[in-house]
């Protein structure tokens, strides 16, 4: 079992930054493929940004890539995202995922574990 607690979220004027940090339970981190998702208030769940378990491979959705970058430390058991240039389509709760295969997936269904998620709110 794995616990994920997100954190970080707030809001920021556009143009400003964020990080969000995702700290997780268990010993075998570096065995989890991690990834954020955020949903925005009546869309769809959708894939940010994906980490492999030894974190060396990311993958970012094209709606972020130049402007979000993940990363992850396995001593820490905590993956993180930095955000910048934030745009008020970000807007959103923002979750950490973790699945027990190290290659990254895009897909929700793929992830067993999530967080209660955080909010991130980019006023214009």
């Known amino acids: 079992q794995v616990q994920l607690v997100e954190s970080g979220g707030g809001l920021v004027q556009a143009g400003g930054s964020l990080r969000l940090s995702c700290a997780a339970s268990?010993?075998?981190?570096?065995?989890?493929?991690m990834a954020w998702f955020r949903q925005a208030p009546g869309k769809e769940r959708e894939f940010v940004a994906g980490?492999?378990?030894?974190?060396?491979?990311?993958y970012a959705a094209d709606s972020i890539k130049g402007r979000f970058t993940i990363s992850r430390d396995n001593a820490k058991n905590t993956v993180y995202l930095q955000m910048n240039s934030l745009k008020p389509e970000d807007t959103a709760v923002y979750y950490c995922?973790?699945?027990?295969?190290?290659?990254?997936?895009?897909?929700?269904?793929?992830?067993?574990?999530w967080g209660q998620g955080t909010q991130v709110t980019v006023s214009s």
């Open positions: 995922a973790a699945r027990p295969w190290i290659n990254i997936a895009t897909m929700g269904d793929e992830y067993n574990y």
């Open positions: 268990g010993r075998t981190f570096s065995y989890y493929a």
């Open positions: 980490i492999r378990g030894s974190g060396g491979t990311t």
